[in-house]
């Protein structure tokens, strides 16, 4: 426990020494505070993009698997050939 202590001290002491010594510690480009709204809203865009998604691909997979089952009556003679 105290190691931690030492080593948290120890890089306090170092940024204030730093900072002392004209390199100030470089700011987030976004400013401290966390835009919770924007955030949410990045969410509920990545679901609703996240369900167009699967369902062009649900509708894409159903036209793959009835092309397979239409090849497959047209092999076995249960359907005639597609014209």
């Not at 900072?19 to 400013?31: E, F």
């Not at 397979?68 to 249960?78: E, G, I, R, Y």
Request: hydrophobic share 40%; glycine share 4%.
């Amino acid at each position: 426990m105290a190691t931690s202590y030492a080593d948290s001290a120890q890089a306090r002491e170092w940024d204030r020494k730093m900072d002392a010594c004209g390199r100030p510690k470089a700011t987030p480009a976004q400013g401290p505070f966390h835009d919770y709204e924007a955030a949410a809203s990045e969410r509920s865009q990545a679901q609703v993009n996240n369900a167009v998604r699967e369902l062009a691909e649900r509708k894409a997979l159903a036209m793959r698997i009835n092309a397979a089952v239409d090849q497959m009556a047209v092999f076995w003679n249960l359907k005639g050939k597609p014209e």
